[in-house]
Nanobody, 124 residues
Framework: QVQLVESGGGLVQAGGSLRLSCAAS????????LSWFRQAPGKEREFVAA????????SYADSVKGRFTISRDNAKNTVYLQMNSLKPEDTAVYYC?????????????????WGPGTQVTVSS
């Protein structure tokens, strides 16, 4: 199975940057798509970005496109989310998730494994 733990969340001012990391463990880690979701208070869990095991397919939510970059280092069993030009509306708990699928990645229903989340707060 795959186990995920996020880190790197914190408080940052608007326009600033933050990099989240998700450490994954499990024998089949490299075969899984890894994604980031976020959830703000009172809102649905929202897709942020996804990257397939090979890195050959990357997807972003329109709201973060051009500002966020997802990457993975399979040798380190880690996926990253580099967040630049942060806005107050980016404030949320960010979750790392894993799925064996390589398409239809924006729905949380496809994901079998989730990390506990890390808080990102962007001040205006």
């Amino acid at each position: 199975q795959v186990q995920l733990v996020e880190s790197g969340g914190g408080l940052v001012q608007a326009g600033g940057s933050l990099r989240l990391s998700c450490a994954a463990s499990g024998r089949t880690f490299s075969s899984y798509t890894l994604s980031w979701f976020r959830q703000a208070p009172g809102k649905e869990r929202e897709f942020v970005a996804a990257i397939t095991w090979s890195g050959g397919s990357i997807s972003y939510a329109d709201s973060v496109k051009g500002r966020f970059t997802i990457s993975r280092d399979n040798a380190k069993n880690t996926v990253y989310l580099q967040m630049n030009s942060l806005k107050p509306e980016d404030t949320a708990v960010y979750y790392c998730a894993a799925t064996p699928y390589q398409s239809g990645l924006t729905t949380h229903l496809l994901y079998h494994y989730w990390g506990p989340g890390t808080q990102v707060t962007v001040s205006s």
